[in-house]
């Protein structure tokens, strides 16, 4: 079964700060793993996807296959980085599950 | 090229009655799928479509129904409104060919409905 799991509903942290959002999946073939990012009240928008390697807005992620995990790192968190994010799988076709999502908030 | 476009933007239902969301899409997406988002419990798929004239349940279907006539469009049905259906609903489209990569989700702005 394709499940998405992410361990912190709510993550604080000073800006300035690291920041790390963990995400971990179970799947048994080979999952694309994605990162969605939703603003205040706007819709979600696809922050960075695993196949790509590239770094959005300072934010990188790197897909562990032997630990299944796909967490979002910044290192130096800013204000502007508040938002709820939300870790996603792709399986075979276009089958996208999504993580309970967890709610950043940058502290000044 | 609006991308996915979704109306109304919100909604206030009383129990008992029904509404359609819309949802079109300008890309030529083949798929297309709606999710509702609650409070803490991040996305639940209520229906997808793999292409005109398909559909199929997601994990939370009841009290919707969908149809997919043209590629475009992908309404979403409530016939008998519930408390319970009070969420956001978020309309997405995406594409993939086999033996493609395929694309990510494409997502309209949502859907706020209130049901009392």
């Known amino acids: 079964a394709q499940r998405v799991t992410q361990p912190e509903k709510l993550l604080s942290v000073f800006k300035g700060a690291p920041v790390e959002l963990k995400c971990n999946y179970s799947?048994?073939?080979?999952?694309?793993l994605f990162w969605y990012v939703q603003y205040s009240r706007q819709r979600l928008q696809l922050l960075l996807r695993?196949?790509s390697r590239e770094s959005i807005k300072g934010f990188t992620a790197d897909l562990n296959k032997g630990e299944t995990s796909f967490h979002l790192k910044k290192p130096f968190a800013q204000e502007e980085d508040s938002a709820m994010y939300y870790c996603?799988?792709?399986?075979?076709?276009?089958?996208?599950?999504f993580g309970p999502g967890t709610r950043l908030s940058v502290l000044p | 090229n609006a991308g996915v476009t979704q109306t109304p933007k919100f909604r206030i239902l009383k129990i008992g009655q029904s509404m359609t969301l819309q949802c079109t899409q300008d890309?030529?997406?083949?798929?297309m799928y709606w999710y509702r988002q609650d409070p803490g419990m991040g996305l639940k798929l209520i229906y997808y479509?793999?292409?005109?004239?398909?559909?199929d349940k997601g994990e939370v279907p009841n009290g919707y129904n969908v149809s997919r006539s043209t590629t475009e469009d992908f309404p979403l049905r409530l016939e008998l409104a519930a408390p319970s259906q009070t969420s956001v609903y978020f309309c997405?489209?995406?594409?993939?060919?086999?033996?493609?990569?395929?694309?990510?989700?494409?997502f309209g702005n949502g859907t706020r409905l209130t049901v009392t």
């Open positions: 695993h196949i």
């Open positions: 997405a489209s995406s594409t993939w060919d086999r033996g493609q990569l395929g694309s990510p989700l494409h």
């Open positions: 996603a799988l792709k399986g075979y076709g276009q089958n996208f599950v």
């Open positions: 890309m030529n997406h083949n798929y």
């Open positions: 479509s793999v292409g005109a004239g398909i559909t």
């Open positions: 799947y048994s073939g080979s999952p694309e």
